[in-house]
Nanobody
Framework: QVQLVESGGGRVQPGGSLRLSCAAS????????MAWYRQAPGKERELVAS???????????NIADPVKGRFTISRDETKKIVFLQMNRLKPEDTAIYYC?????????????WGKGTAVTVVS
């Protein structure tokens, strides 16, 4: 049973920082992509940042334009943990942040989601 557990969310003032962590547990052999998505109230879930390690996409990092230059993604391959460092937070960053993992399998990729951690940016 694969589980993704996020932590690090909270309430912060504009300009502040938070670091989100997501630990993956369970039987996963080949992780292709670890990523963070977010969903703000009344909006669709969107990609924030992703880190790929599978095949030709090894080392590929994608950062969404609204957070580029402020957020960074990193991962500990051994511990199956992905981090999202969020700096210079803005009120529009307020959302539920979800961890996402794509596992490579011969029968096709399998995707996993965490339950989310809330980030609130308010004065």
């Amino acid at each position: 049973q694969v589980q993704l557990v996020e932590s690090g969310g909270g309430r912060v003032q504009p300009g502040g920082s938070l670091r989100l962590s997501c630990a993956a547990s369970g039987s996963m052999r080949n992780i292709n992509t670890m990523a963070w998505y977010r969903q703000a109230p009344g909006k669709e879930r969107e990609l924030v940042a992703s880190s790929s390690s599978g095949g030709s996409r090894h080392g590929e990092i994608n950062i969404a334009d609204p957070v580029k230059g402020r957020f960074t993604i990193s991962r500990d391959e051994t511990k199956k943990i992905v981090f999202l460092q969020m700096n210079r937070l803005k009120p529009e960053d307020t959302a539920i942040y979800y961890c996402y993992v794509e596992e490579f399998r011969l029968a096709g990729p399998r995707n996993y989601w965490g339950k989310g951690t809330a980030v609130t940016v308010v004065s």
